[in-house]
């Protein structure tokens, strides 16, 4: 079956040594010589899954066009002081560093992300997001089960996500779960704009996620897991020894309407594509 068809069946792809352990190693070390020039003081913001139309801030809103920098729900002791080092209390980095980091850019942009888009048809898609996500251990917390295509809505929708394993993906230290062929459900939400101001999750359809057919997305360092944008996945908390570090990134067909209302800000004319 050719990846195309596996796609389409399945709503996503899954392939082993995408990329070099040695790119991965380069990705991990810029992460933590970022987080290395980043001054939290006075602006930490908090990532939370499960709650992000309150936990959103001005200055996640604002991120959509910055690199930015968002701390795990628990990383702080009740005097607002980190519990452990700064690294190591990181949620993610995003969500602009494959435009305007040069690392991030070149492995987002590579000749095998290249090479892969035209497979599947999407050599003109555009990069829209991208998030380096740490899945420290024992404090990477859980990802609730969502659609990429909440959180980057299009008419029609067109969301794409590329996620690549930095590390070893597996069940002790929280990797993806999704069910094969979930993305021919309806997708559930818009994460939106207000009207006015704030951030509302607009329903869109109250079918039930089956969880019963979610499998374990184990993969090695150097993996590719393409993801339908409409594709129900999650991940577990990490509460092994191991980290669980990875980068996505998400791409939107140029030729689809993106709404104002959406959460993420970006000037068209700004987006290069893969």
């Known amino acids: 079956m050719s990846r195309v068809d596996q ?43 499960g709650n ?43 969500h602009a560093m494959h435009d305007l980091d040069p690392v991030y850019d070149r492995f987002s942009r590579s000749p095998q992300m290249r090479k892969l888009a035209a497979e599947l048809g999407m050599s ?5 997001q991208s998030m380096h996500i740490f899945k420290h251990a024992r404090i990477g917390g859980e990802v609730d089960v969502h659609q990429d295509s909440t959180f ?14 930095l590390e070893d993906a597996t069940i002790e230290n929280g990797c993806m779960w ?8 309806p997708l559930r939400s818009w994460f939106r704009r207000k009207e006015e101001t704030g951030l509302e999750m607009h329903a869109l359809d109250s079918s039930p996620w089956d969880m019963d057919g979610m499998q374990p997305l184990e993969v090695k360092k150097g993996a590719c897991i393409v993801l339908h ?15 669980r570090q990875a980068f996505a990134i998400h791409t939107i067909d ?9 959460w993420l800000r970006r000037e068209t004319q700004s987006l290069r594509p893969l």
């Not at 003109?124 to 829209?128: P, T």
């Not at 008419?155 to 794409?160: F, I, L, M, R």
């Not at 140029?254 to 959406?262: C, G, V």
């Open 254 to 262: 140029p030729a689809a309407h993106y709404p104002e209302r959406n």
């Open 152 to 165: 980057l809505y299009t008419e029609p929708n067109t969301c794409v996500g590329f996620w690549f394993a």
């Open 178 to 185: 999704a069910t094969p062929g979930g993305h021919k459900t």
């Open 229 to 243: 944008g409409a594709l129900p996945h999650y991940s577990q908390p990490n509460t092994s020894g191991k980290s």
């Open 52 to 94: 992000q139309t309150t936990s959103a801030d001005d200055y996640f809103l604002n991120s959509g066009d910055r690199i930015a920098y968002f701390f795990e729900k628990d990383a702080f002791d009740p005097n607002g002081q980190l519990k452990k080092g700064l690294f190591e209390s990181l949620n993610k980095i995003g």
């Open 124 to 128: 003109d898609y555009l990069v829209i």
């Open 7 to 49: 796609f389409q069946k399945d709503g996503y792809l899954v392939i082993e040594g995408f990329n070099s352990a040695e790119d991965c190693d380069a990705l991990m070390e810029r992460a933590m010589w970022l987080a290395g020039r980043y001054d939290y003081k006075g602006h930490p913001s908090i990532f939370e899954t």
